[in-house]
């Protein structure tokens, strides 16, 4: 078995340190500063602001990683940059193979985020990155693991990017058979939207004593996002037998709407939710004439949104009343298009389901790849990936 060996034997360790904060300036004068993970984009760095008198710095090729609050995150230089307090700059040394360096500290985020300490920040100090044991197999065999994870890495990135296109598809949709903010408005006839609503309402407060750890449902802000219903982070309270949780209890076909804090979020109640009630940030929108889920588009849409944020008063803290609600005004197209716009945009989510599944195995797949790979399982003409999870579009 080969032998692990502490990092800092076989990578350079910077940490990086803050420079001083008269130096910061966003004319570009000096070196772009990377202050934390804050700074990170996808793959480099992506600063927004520079210094005059850096300190601690990092070169092209080098890791950066995150070492506090968000520890483990990492992006890879393209330039010379500042390294600021929350990051810490690694570099390979001779017999390390970079991109081997780059796998292995994805694999060895939890065990290093284990270490973290601090009350208001999380952060690890150089020794728990230095003591960290990485297994060194010869360069040929880091180079062979690298390029399989590599590979690994590129699917996942492939359906990463198919899913942020479909997140879109549904509004691109929306435009293309009603019409852009310009002229939406014009098309088709319109009224307010307070004329074809039969129920609306907002939730309330006092539903912290009724909290439980199952139960039904309990909708907040964060569960609606742009014309989208996520159950991902979901609250559950055992609702009372009373007329204010019945007033706040939505039904299939309901049209949730965000009214504080990040106003104009939708989103359309599914058939088959079963019990669920919203908090006092959102509002019930049932209507009697449209087809919900046009008319979360459309709000969702640029056209909608525009009327949200001009009707936001803005007084204390953004919001909506009802009278502002009532008052948008909104495109009645026929009814037949919008259950076709209904029928593609559930097509639209059956397809996103379907990536964000198989996004789902190809993590677990490079998972598995990275626990054989570090644990020297890897052998020769193991981890290839099979010809059916190549085709992302599949």
């Known amino acids: ?16 340190q803050a420079p001083d904060g008269e130096s910061y300036n966003l004319d570009g004068e000096g070196l772009p500063l990377i202050a934390g993970a804050g700074d990170f984009g996808e793959l480099h760095p992506e600063p927004k602001k520079f210094t005059s008198a850096p300190g601690k710095t990092c070169q092209p090729g080098d890791v950066i990683l995150g070492i506090r609050a968000t520890i483990g995150e990492k992006v890879l230089a393209d330039g010379r940059y500042c390294l600021g307090r929350g990051v810490a700059g690694l570099r390979a040394k001779t017999g390390l193979d970079e991109r081997y360096l780059w796998h292995w500290l994805t694999h060895v985020t939890p065990t290093l985020a284990a270490k973290a300490k601090g009350a208001t920040f999380k952060q690890v100090n150089r020794e728990d990155i230095g003591e960290l044991r990485i297994t060194l197999p010869p360069l040929p065999e880091q180079r062979r693991i690298a390029e399989i994870l590599d590979k690994a890495d590129a699917l996942r990135a492939k359906r990463r990017a198919a899913l942020a296109e479909l997140d879109t598809l549904t509004q691109s949709i929306f435009l293309n058979m009603f019409g852009d903010p310009a002229t939406v408005l014009h098309r088709w006839p319109v009224s307010k939207l307070g004329e074809h609503l039969e129920f609306l309402t907002s939730g309330s407060r006092g539903w912290a004593k009724h909290y439980s ?11 609606v ?8 982070d979901v609250a559950y309270v055992t609702a009372p037998d009373t007329a204010e949780a019945r007033r706040t209890r939505v039904e299939a076909g309901d049209v949730l709407l965000s009214i504080t804090a990040d106003l104009g979020r939708t989103a359309v109640v599914p058939k088959g939710l079963g019990n669920a009630f919203i908090n006092q940030h959102l509002a019930i929108l049932r209507t009697k004439s449209f087809v919900p889920r ?21 007084a204390v803290k953004a919001g909506l ?61 193991l981890g290839e990936v099979p010809e059916k999870t190549r085709d992302v579009g599949s």
């Open 213 to 223: 750890e199952q139960g039904d449902l309990f909708l907040r802000i964060q569960n």
């Open 321 to 381: 009343n009802f009278d502002d609600i009532r008052g948008f005004v909104v495109p009645f197209p026929p009814v037949t298009i919008q259950r076709k716009f209904e029928a593609t945009a559930a097509a639209v989510a059956a397809s996103q389901r379907a990536q964000g599944e198989a996004f789902s195995r190809l993590g677990s797949l490079f998972a598995s790849l990275q626990h054989c790979a570090f644990r020297g399982d890897l052998k020769p003409g």
């Open 225 to 232: 996002r742009r014309d989208e219903l996520s159950l991902d």
């Open 1 to 16: 078995m080969m032998q692990a060996r502490r990092l800092d034997t076989v990578a350079d360790i910077t940490m990086g």
């Open 294 to 314: 046009f008319l979360s588009a459309f709000l969702a849409s640029p056209a909608g949104r525009s009327q949200v944020l001009r009707q936001n008063r803005q």
